[in-house]
C-alpha cells in the first residue's frame, strides 16, 4: 500500500517537472513573415542587403544554437545528480524555427530579385 502510494507520488512529480520543463525552458520563437508589405516594391539593392542581412542573422541564431546544445548537454548532465538544472534546459527549439522563416523569407526576396531581372548574383544561403 505504501509503496503503491509512494510510486504514485514520485510519477505525478516527475510529471508535474516535465511539464514545467516543457512550459518554461528556453525562449518563445519568434519567426519574421515570409512575405511583408511593399516587398514587391523595393529596388535591388534593398533586396539584396536584406539578403545579406538576413544570411547574418541566421549565421547568429545557428551560433546560438550550437551553444544552446552544448549548455542543454551541460544542464542535463548536472540534472542527472541534481533536478534543479534541467529548469534551465532550452527545449523549446526557436532557434530552429527563426532559422527556418528566414530563409523561407530569403526564398521570397530572391524570387522578387529574379522577377525583377535584377543584374548580379545575391548570397546563398548554403554559402
Known sequence: MFKQKMVRSLVCVMLTMVMF?????????????????GDEKKSCEILASEVEMNLGEI????????????????????????????????????????IDALEARNKMLKAYYAEKGCVG???DATE
Not at 528556453?26 to 513573415?33: C, F, I, L, S, Y
Not at 544552446?68 to 534541467?86: E, K, Q, T, Y
Open 59 to 98: 549565421a547568429d541564431k545557428q551560433k546560438k544554437a550550437g551553444d544552446r546544445d552544448v549548455w542543454n548537454g551541460i544542464w542535463f548532465a548536472a540534472g542527472c545528480f541534481i533536478l534543479v538544472p534541467w529548469f534551465f534546459m532550452d527545449s523549446k527549439g526557436s532557434y530552429e524555427v527563426e
Open 21 to 37: 520543463i516543457i512550459g518554461c525552458g528556453g525562449h518563445m520563437a519568434n519567426p519574421v513573415e515570409r512575405y511583408m508589405p
Open 121 to 123: 548574383d545575391i548570397a
